[in-house]
Structure formats: structure tokens, C-alpha cells
């Protein structure tokens, strides 16, 4: 044999994968914290994420020829170190911090507290040894296996790496939402008293009961739940006002104007919550933002019984216009008048408060917007006429059918903004996808609804390159990028802060015809979990670009 063919040979021998003994089917993914915040420090006295691996078989299990992925299609995967061995009934805890060259139990990958996969797979196997699929994540908690190495997954409240895992203890999961001391006309009772009142929400998505779960002012005072019982991701309402005898949703007085503290304790006694609040003048809220998880804000935007904004900066898009308008829909007056359509593409209300629109960049308090609610996925309607007394969503300006500009403002922040050219009688001007890019002209404008149907006027996409709306859209942990190319070519796709940064590299490559599609699992170019908010996915294939807007909800 010559030598050169004696080195290919060994060079390809050199990438077959190490042959991979039955025992290894004995591992289990036990448990994992994607949210590690004070637990567990590692062995460069970091707190980053980890999970853990048992071996639930009889003999020592070898991790060489096994590699671990967080790509449900068990493509992109990392290589557990060859050197690492679990006992039989023993536990592994690996750090899924991004930084292998920390030591052998490190990896390449990072859990997202938002959700993702997980899994372990061996080498030339198409199937995942164990694998698990896990939603958003809580700060010191983790999601595990109970009973210990058999049972199913569940939220678990006191995490126990290398070790059995615990109870759930799933009341301890239950948080002070939203507070208010002084409430004289924000909401009433079931006797139509304007009391104190305090919220408890469930972060979960499963039901807790609330039997057992004290709740004590620091400065005296406590109760003790009954069994009621709070749905996923509910809300529940409690009037601070010392009227025990007017229901079972009637505390002692726990709240007062001065400002105090608030303790939230599971049935065993373990405290899981506590807020101090600061003196609220009346009808202020103190309540966490994002809803359930977030940190404590004052704000006149009280939610009680509901879900608190995902932030107090409003998430809004211009959505939809019609600059000349004679047979479209009408105003209160019967006036068949210009308007703009705002357009809450988000999973909590938005409130106008404070928000302005104009057709002069200069001049951004032009007309301040009504003190009303756009629902999640909800569209308003404001009337373009000069008309301010018709009512209130009458602008105090006049679109320009000749073209001209419009935008949103929240103070001196520019939410959103359209510049639009020479407009047709009764045809509208809007985003093809809601609140996507791009603008295109409509011969069926549909204000107060969705962009999603209705006939454009020309051909609003040249022939190489279709792109629709990423799906789902708001997202969370992620969402798919889908195109069309009619031939051949180069392709790049890359994400957009609102600021116009580059966040993400999806692709970059030559691709066929026909359809593809990419997933984006709302992380940067570091594997970091990027906040919530707008973002722009654009793709490029032969010099042609096509841009849409999504929404992260984290």
C-alpha cells in the first residue's frame, strides 16, 4: 500500500465515531437551571447554567462518543469531554456556560431561560439517548425529573445538583404581582368599597393551590390561604381591608399608606417572595414589570386581577393609512374622513398614555393620543381631519394626499414613523404583514383589521426572492424565518436591533431553489438571550432585500 493512500486511510478512520457501549442508554437528563443567578457557583466561582446527567443503570457509564445539542433536528452538536464517567445510581453536573476551555465538565452550549432543548445523543445515532423540550425559567429554580430519574418533568423550587431531586413544592412559585395602598376610584369591591388591595399571580403553566401560603407584613400582621386554586398564568385579586366576613378574598389590614414590607411564605414555611414598597399617592400601583417576573414600578397604569404590561414603554406600530379618502368607512359624523391605524402587535395591553402622533417630526406633541387600551393583537383607529372636537381620536391635523410623513412619539422617543409619497382616492398605504415590512398600497384598505389578506396594487415582490411573515410572531423561545428563491443563489440573513445593530448571523451561504427556511431562537451572535422587543429579520439574495419585523416576548 503507498503511503499516501496509508494516510487517507488513516485519516478517515481517524472520523468514524467511537463505538458506543449499550450502557450508555442508562443516562438521564435529571435536571437543569437555565436561570442560575445565586445556586451554584462552578469551579471558577461562576454562576452560570448547568444540568445534570444520572446514570440510573448498574456500571460506570463512559461519556465518550457522546455529544449534547439544544438543535431539535440533532444537528449542531457539541462533544461531552471522553474523559468523564458517571457511577452507577450517580449524578453528573455540566455547565452549559459557553466556555469549554474552562475544564471538561464545561460546554460550548447555554441554556435560555425563555425555553428551549435539550438533549443527548451518541454518535452515529439519529435518536436522542434522553432529550427534553422545556418553557421559560425562574431565577434559582429549575426544571426536573420527580420522582428522581423516572418521573416526569416539572418546575421544581429548590434545586439539588448531583444529588436526588426534591419535592416541587410549586406554591413556592407563587409572587407579589401588584400592590396598592390608597385606592380611592381604581376598583371596587363586591360591596363597591374602594379598599387596598394586593394581586398573587401563578408564573406557571400549570395550577397551584394557594393552601398553605402565608402572607405576613413585617410589621405585624399575617394570613393563611385557603385551598383556593390559581390556573396557569392566572391572577388573583385580595382586598386589603380587614372584612374577613365580606369573602374569602378579604385579608387583614396588610397593606398601609406609609410604605411596609411584604413576605410571601410556601406551606412549609420557606419564604419564596417579599416587596417593599415605598409611599404611593393614591391610586398609584406598585407592580412588576414584566408581569410576574419583573422589578417593582410605581404606575398609574393599575392592572388588578390581570396581567401587568410586559413594560411601561409602549410596544405600538403604525400600522395603516388612507390620505384620501370618499368611500371608505366613516366617522361618527358620517364623514368619510382620512385616518392612520396603530397596531399593538403584543401579548399585554398597551396604554396611550402619554403618547403623541404628528405629521411634523418637529413638533411631536402635535396631538396627544387619548387616555384608552389597545388590546394584545388589537388595532385603533385615529381620524386624520383637523376635527378635535368630533371626539376624542380626532388628530388635530390632515393627512397630505400629495404625500408626507407620520409618527408616533412617546415623550420625545420615536416609536414609529412613515414617510409616504403621492397617495390614490381610497386606496390605503400599509404594511404588508402586520407591523412587518414592507409598505405596500392596498385596493381593499382594512382599518381596525388585520394587513394579512387583503389585494395589493402592482406586484409588490420582484421575482427571486418571496419572503412572508416569521412565524410565530410575537415569539417566544423562537421563530421561523421562511423564503422562496426562483433560482440559485447567495444567501445571507442577519437580525436588527431597533437600533439598527446587527444582533445575529442566522445564514450565510449558497442555496438552491424552491423554499427554506431558518430558525432564530431570539439569541445574539454569542449564544446570549437578547430582552424583548422589536427586531428585524432581513434577508438578502442577489442584491434583493427583504425585511420583516418581529417581536420577541421574553
Not at 457511577?87 to 447555554?110: F, I, K, N
Not at 393583537?377 to 381620524?383: C, E, H, S
Not at 387583503?454 to 421563530?479: C, K, Q, S
Not at 443563489?489 to 437580525?495: G, K, L, M, P, S
Request: aromatic fraction near 8%; charge should be negative; glycine fraction near 10%.
Amino acid at each position: 500500500m503507498s503511503k499516501p493512500l496509508l494516510i487517507a486511510l488513516v485519516a478517515l478512520l481517524a472520523m468514524v465515531p467511537a463505538a458506543v457501549h449499550a450502557d450508555v442508554f442508562d443516562l438521564r437528563l435529571n435536571e437543569l437551571q437555565a436561570d442560575n443567578e445565586g445556586t451554584l457557583a462552578d469551579d471558577h466561582d461562576e454562576y452560570d447554567d448547568w444540568f445534570e446527567l444520572v446514570n440510573t443503570g448498574t456500571t460506570t457509564v463512559s461519556l465518550d462518543g457522546l455529544w449534547i445539542t439544544d438543535d431539535p433536528d440533532l444537528v449542531e452538536l457539541y462533544p461531552l469531554d471522553a474523559s468523564l464517567t458517571i457511577p452507577p445510581g450517580g449524578y453528573l453536573v455540566l455547565w452549559a456556560d459557553g466556555q469549554p476551555t474552562q475544564g471538561p465538565t464545561h460546554l460550548s452550549l447555554r441554556l435560555s431561560a425563555t425555553g428551549e432543548f435539550l438533549a443527548v445523543v451518541a454518535s452515529g445515532q439519529v435518536t436522542a439517548i434522553d432529550e427534553v423540550a422545556f418553557g421559560r425559567q425562574f431565577p434559582d429554580r429549575v426544571y426536573q425529573r420527580f420522582p428522581d430519574s423516572a418521573g416526569g418533568w416539572t418546575w421544581g423550587r429548590d434545586p439539588s445538583p448531583g444529588t436526588v431531586n426534591t419535592a416541587p413544592n410549586l406554591a413556592g412559585f407563587i409572587v407579589l404581582n401588584e400592590l396598592m395602598p390608597l385606592n380611592t376610584e381604581t376598583v371596587a369591591d363586591q360591596a363597591g368599597d374602594h379598599d387596598p388591595w394586593l394581586e398573587l399571580a401563578n408564573p406557571l403553566p400549570v395550577p397551584v393551590s394557594l393552601d398553605g401560603v402565608t402572607l405576613r407584613n413585617l410589621n405585624g400582621g399575617n394570613h393563611t390561604f385557603a385551598s383556593q386554586v390559581l390556573a396557569g398564568g392566572d391572577h388573583a385579586l385580595f382586598w386589603s381591608d380587614g372584612e374577613p366576613g365580606e369573602g374569602a378574598d378579604h385579608l387583614p389590614d396588610l397593606l398601609t399608606a406609609a410604605g411596609g414590607a411584604l413576605v410571601l411564605a410556601a406551606p412549609d414555611g420557606v419564604d419564596s417572595d417579599q416587596v417593599i414598597y415605598p409611599v404611593l399617592a393614591a391610586d398609584v400601583a406598585f407592580a412588576r414589570v414584566p408581569d410576574a417576573t419583573g422589578d417593582w414600578r410605581d404606575t398609574d397604569l393599575a392592572t388588578p386581577g390581570d396581567a401587568n404590561p410586559a413594560s411601561l414603554e409602549p410596544l405600538l406600530v403604525l400600522n395603516e393609512l388612507l390620505a384620501s379618502n370618499q368611500t371608505g368607512i366613516t366617522d361618527e359624523t358620517g364623514a368619510a374622513e382620512d385616518w392612520v391605524e396603530l397596531h399593538n402587535p403584543g401579548t399585554a395591553p398597551v396604554y396611550l398614555t402619554g403618547l403623541s402622533l404628528t405629521d411634523d417630526l418637529a413638533d411631536p406633541d402635535k396631538f396627544a393620543l387619548p387616555d384608552v387600551i389597545i388590546a394584545p393583537g388589537g388595532f385603533l383607529i385615529v381620524w386624520c381631519d383637523n376635527d378635535p372636537e368630533d371626539g376624542p381620536l380626532h388628530a388635530t391635523f390632515k393627512l397630505a394626499a400629495a404625500g408626507e410623513e407620520v409618527a408616533l412619539f412617546n415623550g420625545d422617543e420615536l416609536l414609529d414613523h412613515v414617510v409616504f409619497g403621492a397617495q390614490i382616492t381610497d386606496v390605503s398605504f400599509g404594511r404588508e404583514v402586520d407591523a412587518g415590512l414592507p409598505w405596500i398600497l392596498f385596493t381593499e384598505p382594512t382599518p381596525g383589521e388585520s394587513n394579512g389578506t387583503p389585494i395589493a396594487v402592482g406586484d409588490a415582490l420582484p421575482d427571486l426572492l418571496r419572503m412572508p411573515a416569521p412565524y410565530p410572531n410575537p415569539f417566544n423561545p423562537r421563530t421561523t424565518v421562511a423564503f422562496t428563491l426562483a433560482r440559485a443563489e447567495r444567501v445571507e440573513i442577519a437580525v436588527f436591533d431597533a437600533r439598527g445593530r446587527r444582533v445575529r448571523r442566522l445564514l450565510q451561504a449558497n442555496l438552491p431553489a424552491g423554499n427554506h427556511q431558518r430558525i432564530w431562537n431570539g439569541r445574539d451572535d454569542r449564544g446570549r438571550s437578547l430582552p424583548s422587543g422589536v427586531y428585524g429579520v432581513r434577508v438578502t439574495a442577489g442584491g434583493e432585500v427583504r425585511t420583516r419585523r418581529v417581536v420577541l416576548v421574553q
